[in-house]
């Protein structure tokens, strides 16, 4: 096989085998697939190197021959499976192609009241390109000097009376970092009084972070978004929902051509597959925290300092290597993010398989 110089290339050469072996055999007999050819190692973009599960695979393929028929019968089955999860009614659920759609939609919506946007900076900021196309402003609010959490006093008081919405993401991409629970319950409900409130929840499974969707049923200005792309391993299939009261999930489903439908039906019976899979839900987790306690071990012993994180990928400061590193790592064909924040050089490495972490931290320590 070639070895591939890029991402792209991985892509390439896996389609071109894809192609040429159809569904292997061992996926509709359950069997776990091989996460990602052995030369490639992909630390850049937060997906889940176990996913998805066996389970989740094998609902997949028979779900294949589902795709001649519009998925409307399936939908309801999928968000009544979801309401049960939260706690929630199937009418506060709104479903896109991954929580990057709600993400937008919400942007969208918040922009049609005003045109001033609160974001934590550094964040997961795919919903500035949409806002800042509405005619928005985004006030980027730094995260604490100190322990990198979100600013929450500072993004507070920079809300006035044209702030149309407050971005949360906790854990916070990049950093990992948390905000205590009854701090952050008390700040939505602060901020709900004034505009509305996008609650991103994308990592909280990786420590059983309580949500806040119990705080959205109530309140109409608070939106919480979830996805299937991290814990579940469903990246590539594409699911994401916002868990919302009934009047504003009508809200956003208004600016849906036709709501819920970019889930397909293969992606649903799979989202659904997922769900029920707590085995391997909770395996992805302790291998998460492994994979994490591996990594601060490394850069402890290198002395290189790190955020601790409560998810799926750590940022180390790499300014002792400077910029050698991504080309190094890549050389090993380890992919990794390299990025300049607070005077100084990060990367934000995603946790892969403890094998492949092994591999990182072997490198790290080589290159370093
Ligand atoms: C914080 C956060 N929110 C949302 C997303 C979007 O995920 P998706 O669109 O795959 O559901 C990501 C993806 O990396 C993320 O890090």
């Excluded at 091989?34 to 176990?50: D, R, V």
């Excluded at 997949?60 to 939908?75: E, F």
């Excluded at 200005?221 to 579940?232: C, E, G, H, M, R």
Aim: proline share 4%; glycine share 4%.
């Amino acid at each position: 096989m070639p070895q591939p110089t890029s991402r792209r290339d991985w892509l390439k050469i896996t389609a071109a085998l894809t192609a040429g072996l159809s569904i292997s055999k061992n996926i509709y007999a359950g069997e776990q697939q091989k996460p990602f050819p052995a030369a490639m190692i992909l630390l850049n973009s937060n997906e889940n190197a176990y996913g998805p599960s066996a389970n989740t695979i094998k609902a997949m393929a028979d779900a294949a021959k589902l795709s001649n028929r519009y998925p409307d019968d399936i939908h309801p089955l999928l968000k009544q499976q979801l309401a049960t999860h939260w706690n929630v009614e199937p009418v506060n659920i709104l479903m896109g192609a991954g929580s990057s759609e709600l993400l937008g939609l919400t942007a969208i919506l918040a922009s049609m009241k005003s045109k001033t946007m609160i974001s934590p900076f550094p964040t997961f900021g795919s919903w500035y390109k949409v806002a800042e196309l509405m005619g928005a402003g985004i006030k980027k609010i730094p995260l604490a000097s100190g322990d990198k959490t979100m600013d929450l006093a500072a993004m507070l008081s920079a809300i006035d009376n044209e702030t149309s919405l407050v971005y949360v993401c906790n854990p916070n991409n990049p950093t990992g970092t948390v905000v205590k629970h009854h701090l952050l319950r008390n700040f939505v409900e602060e901020c709900s009084k004034k505009c509305w409130v996008l609650v991103d929840e994308a990592y909280t499974e990786f420590e059983n972070i309580p949500t806040l969707s119990d705080m959205a049923l109530k309140n109409q200005n608070i939106i919480v978004a979830k996805t299937f792309s991290k814990i579940y391993g469903l990246a590539g299939a594409r699911i994401g929902y916002a868990v919302a009261h009934a009047d504003t999930i009508k809200k956003l489903a208004a600016l849906q051509p036709w709501p819920d439908v970019s889930v397909s039906a293969v992606t649903a019976m799979a989202a659904m597959a997922a769900l029920k899979d707590e085995t391997f839900v909770a395996g992805c987790r302790k291998k998460n925290a492994e994979a994490r306690t591996m990594c601060y071990n490394t850069f402890e012993q290198l002395k290189l300092e790190y955020i601790a994180s409560a998810a799926s990928f750590v940022m180390v400061n790499i300014s002792s290597i400077g910029e050698r590193y991504t080309q190094q790592m890549q050389n090993k064909n380890i992919f990794v993010q390299y990025r300049d924040f607070w005077n100084g050089k990060w990367s934000r490495v995603s946790m892969g398989t403890l094998e492949e972490m092994k591999m990182y931290c072997d490198a790290l320590k080589e290159i370093a």
